[in-house]
Structures are given as C-alpha cells and as structure tokens.
C-alpha cells in the first residue's frame, strides 16, 4: 500500500472541504451512492473524517450491472457500519430507466445520460429532503467538472453552470445544497486510491453511456491533457473565478417550483416532469 499517497489524498480532501465550507459536524450528509469508486470514496471518507454519514442509492433495474454495484455497496455500507437507502426505480416509477429511456426517446432525441441524470437528480432531492439532509454529497470530480464546463460552452449554454463548483450554492428550502468533496482531485487519482484502498467497486463505465456527448469530451480532454499536464485543473479553476457573476445574475433568477410536482425548478415545469410529458 503506498502510504504516503494515501495520506496526500486524504488531507488534500480534508482540505477542500474545509476551504469550501462544504459540510460541518452538526450536519446529516446523504450521500449519493452509484457504486464506483468515486461515490465510494466520497462515502468513506466522509465517515473516516466524522461526519454524519448515510447511503442513498438509485437502484436503475439496468440488469447485472445494477445488480452489481447495489450489492457492492450493500456490503461496503455494512462493512462500514453505513446506513443505506434504496431506491428501487419500479417502486418509484414502475419500470426501469432502460424502459423510461426508450419510451422518451422514441418521441424525442435526447441521450441516455440526460434523461437518466434529469431522473435521479429529482430523485435525489426529494428523497434526501425527506430524510431530513442537511447536505448531498456526490463523487462528482475535476474530470467531471472539466467537461461539463466545456459542454455548457460548447452547448450555448454557459448559464448551465451556475450550479457547478464545489457547492451548488443554491438557497431553497425544497432544495438540499449539494458538496462535492472530491472536486480536485481527477479520475486517475480517485481509481488509484479506491484501488490502494481495495474498495468492492466496478470499474468499468456504464453500460448505457456509450456514445454520450460526454463521452467524446473526454477524451478530447484527456488527449490535450496529454500535451498540456493540468488542463483540468486549469479549466476547473478559471471557471470558478466567473462562477460568481454567474451565481449573482442568477439570484434575480429566483429559483421556482415545479406547477406539476413542486420540486425546485428553474422553470414552471421542471425537468424531469417536461420528461413525464413527453412518455405521455
Ligand atoms: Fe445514467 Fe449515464 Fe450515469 Fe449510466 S452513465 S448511470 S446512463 S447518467
Ligand atoms: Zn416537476
């Protein structure tokens, strides 16, 4: 075991946490549990810092790779004496997300990750509220930071982006705040460490994720981080310095709540209820 990296890790961890402000003692965490490495690890350490943890995990019924990484994070939470909520998407929606997928996508052009996120991002909200979460924690990383910064640009939509960083920085009693612990720290730093660290996880991507629009911002990134070390970061953080002025535009851009199921909203309908519509 590489001691010396695992301590690095740890404290450099501790310490995103503690120049954000993102979580303190008194507050009850859920997390947002998938079954890799990164919610994982989020989980973990967590727990190991003292905060007052419990799982929540959307089981997505999307065959043995659902199956798998529910029982994975069974035996992690109760290795780890973890609390966990399941989720089971037929009780809540009556199929799977394949099903829900199919059905909005033979009426309308949208990628599996969007539909999918919309859905479990609801999901997540309301049921964490209901458990009385102070805070979610999500294994969201630099990696994913990275790209969604630049799919926003590349969509037109930087606006999108207000809610990016390591607090999503929005004020709403229907609405958890979100924290990303693990904001810094990339992909190849977090497999190595749950490796180090032999966590029960897949690492494998999702099945369904192929050929996701975030799947070829990848590996654009990933080839200029190649010949330019840190592009990452760099991205991350000038996107931080403008994350402000897009924080303060959106505060006369008051958060609303859906007219259909009155969860939060930056719309009157929200997202994952203009979804439902379209199954109709
Ligand atoms: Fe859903 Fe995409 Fe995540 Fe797979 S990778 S669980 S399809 S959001
Ligand atoms: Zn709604």
Not at 195 to 202: C, D, I, T
Request: proline share 3%; with cysteine; hydrophobic share 35%.
């Amino acid at each position: 075991m590489d001691k010396e990296f695992i301590i690095r890790f740890e404290n450099e961890v501790r310490e995103t946490i503690r120049k954000h402000s993102l979580v303190n003692k008194k507050d009850r965490v859920v997390v947002a549990c998938s079954g890799g490495k990164d919610s994982t690890t989020t989980l973990y350490l967590l727990k190991k810092f003292g905060y007052s943890v419990e799982g929540l995990i959307i089981d997505l019924l999307m065959g043995e790779w659902s199956e798998k990484n529910l029982e994975n994070t069974r035996q992690f939470c109760r290795n780890h004496g973890i609390k966990l909520h399941v989720i089971n998407l037929r009780d809540v929606m009556g199929c799977s997300i394949c099903y829900v997928r199919s059905g909005i996508q033979s009426k309308e052009k949208l990628g599996n990750c969007t539909i999918c996120g919309v859905i479990k991002r609801w999901l997540l909200n309301k049921n964490a509220r209901e458990l009385g979460a102070d805070r979610i924690a999500t294994g969201h990383n630099l990696d994913d930071e990275a790209e969604t910064v630049l799919m926003n640009i590349f969509t037109g939509n930087p606006n999108m982006g207000r809610g990016l960083g390591p607090t999503t920085g929005v004020s709403d009693d229907k609405f958890v705040e979100r924290i990303k612990p693990l904001y810094f720290h990339t992909n190849d730093e977090i497999r190595r460490y749950s490796k180090e660290m032999g966590f029960p996880v897949l690492y494998e991507p999702c099945p369904c994720s192929i050929g996701s629009f975030r799947r070829n911002v990848r590996r654009w990134i990933a080839v200029l981080e190649e010949s330019n070390p840190g592009i990452r970061m760099n991205i991350a953080n000038n996107f931080l310095r403008i994350s402000g002025v897009l924080r303060k535009e959106a505060k006369n851009n008051v958060i609303m709540h859906c007219e259909v199921c009155g969860e939060p909203s930056r719309n009157g309908l929200c997202k994952r209820c203009r979804l439902m519509e379209i199954m109709k």
